[in-house]
């Protein structure tokens, strides 16, 4: 086990990512202070506009060869600086999705001159094609009243309705209020919900991943929970005191549930799925005996591209 894996430094990442090897970490997952002048006790959120893009381009240039080739990033940003940011980063990555996490409940005492604010933006991001990203693992299980109505023959065993469908790109899950079970001492502190379904869809299992703006820790301690190692910078002692508190609580302990399809589910999607190719290769033999000769290699040809639609 490499020393730096499973550590959560409290120092500037800027400074402590020298620690970090380059090419050794699956997913890059940041929450960097937004630039919108909130108090972290330290002034790391009080730059002004160019100072702040400044210091979003270093970071990132320090961040991104850490990356293996396969990997990717999330970014936590909100509208102020999102345009900005996402155009750095790709200038350096392929960004994926624009992800809108709608915190349901907004902020008290919002403005009366323009609409409040209830969403954070993130972006999504991949060094190169062959990204690692296991949709299956975060999919969202449909209710059995659902599963009932799609009970015609055409759905039976059909991929989606066994393992549930993909979370979309927008995101509602509500902020943590102060008398919530999950709530540290932390101003912007992020749903372990929403963190984990990042890892488990982006870090492969017993893989890593870095964040360099811990906060109160969600992402070491959603690693943790999903099997994926973490490591990480915090400048707060304050906060960092938290994340330890935190890495030793029993919610760190638990074991999240896989989302992987079951024995039983994943031999009956095999089951309709040998059923369904034999189906269409009875159906385009009767079509092709049907036609001149010279025709029939030419139906079969085109047959899979035309009606796979799964
Ligand atoms: C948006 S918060 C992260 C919240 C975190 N995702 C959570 O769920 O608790 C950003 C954090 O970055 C820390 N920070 C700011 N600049 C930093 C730097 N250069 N190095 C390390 N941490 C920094 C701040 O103290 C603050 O706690």
New binding site residues.
Partial sequence: MTSWRNQVYC????TGLARIPDGSIDLILA????GLGKD???D??KLDAAAYLTWSTQ?IDAVLPKLKAGGSLYI?LTWRYAPEIFVLLKQRMTMLNEIIWDRRVPSMGGSTRSFTSVHDTIGFFALQKGYYFDLDAVRIPYDAVTKKARSRSIFVGAKWLELGYNPKDLWSVSRLHREHAER?D?P???PLEI?ERMIRASCPPGGVVL?????????AVAARRCGRDFVG????PA?CAIIAHRLAAPEAQLTVQSNQPTEPVRAKITDFKKAKKGKKAAVAATAAADLPPDSAQQALAFDSPVFDNT
């Fill in positions: 120092e500037d990442a800027l929450d960097p202070p937004y972290y006790g330290n790391s959120d970071w936590f540290a932390h912007t502190q992020k963190v964040d360099p703006f811990m906060g109160s820790g969600t992402t910078f915090e400048l707060n906060y």
